[in-house]
């Protein structure tokens, strides 16, 4: 099965903390790519990331940092010293082949972060 | 740059009523797809197109029909509402000239079906 698992359904933090959100994928195909988008209150959804399945270095990105390991299929993204504004709904997607040779994308169910001043 | 267009933003319909959500994008891009968003479970792919004339069955398709005449425009429509398709729709579109090329979203058209 081709699956994305967001087990945190929704994670509350005081401004300034660090809180990770949590991404486990499953797939069978050896070349895959994993994204994270955001979803502010606002409704539209932002790409924030990718990573394929190559590439196993963390990246990191001003107080955005993830962390993807294919021994445990997880791509966990670590937010630092969080913000009000990071307040959001985070989905993480697979993005897998099929049959016909094209692509489909498999997202999480997302999870809340509010961040609280 | 418009990007990813999607109209209405809001609509309300009465069960059995039809209507077509539009979704336009002015990057060129060949691959566009409809998304809808329900509470707990994320985002579930309907249809998708991976260029003008070529159109395919995602996740939950029932009840919905596309078509894409242009690579511009993929509209999704529902013939005859139900409550059950009372959600959030989101059209994304990508390019498929790169490999690792992310989805681009509209900012979502909101439906509810009385």
């Known amino acids: 099965a081709q699956k994305v698992t967001q087990a945190q359904t929704e994670i509350s933090v005081v401004e300034k903390e660090d809180v990770t959100l949590d991404c486990v994928y499953e797939?069978?195909?050896?070349?895959?790519?994993l994204f994270w988008y955001k979803q502010p209150p606002s409704g539209e959804l932002v790409f924030l990331i990718r990573?394929?399945?190559?590439?196993?270095q963390n990246e990191i990105s001003g107080r955005y940092s993830w962390n993807f390991q294919k021994s445990t299929s997880s791509f966990n993204f670590t937010i630092t010293a969080s913000q009000v504004v990071d307040s959001a709904v985070y989905f993480c997607?697979?993005?897998?082949?099929?049959?016909?040779?094209?692509?489909?994308?498999?997202f999480g169910t997302g999870t809340r972060l509010k961040v609280l001043a | 740059n418009a990007g990813v267009t999607q109209t209405p933003k809001f609509q309300v319909l009465k069960t059995g009523q039809s209507m077509t959500l539009q979704c336009a994008q002015d990057?060129?891009?060949?691959?566009m797809s409809w998304y809808r968003q329900d509470p707990g479970m994320g985002l579930r792919l309907i249809h998708y197109?991976?260029?003008?004339?070529?159109?395919d069955q995602g996740e939950v398709p029932n009840g919905y029909n596309v078509s894409r005449s242009t690579t511009e425009d993929f509209p999704l429509r529902l013939l005859s509402a139900a409550p059950s398709q009372t959600s959030v729709y989101f059209c994304a579109s990508r390019t498929q000239s790169s490999y690792n090329s992310p989805l681009h979203f509209g900012n979502g058209t909101r439906l509810t079906v009385t």
């Open positions: 990573r394929n399945s190559f590439d196993e």
């Open positions: 990057m060129n891009h060949e691959y």
């Open positions: 797939t069978r195909d050896t070349t895959y790519y």
């Open positions: 997607a697979l993005r897998k082949g099929t049959t016909s040779g094209t692509y489909k994308y498999i």
């Open positions: 197109s991976v260029g003008a004339g070529i159109t």
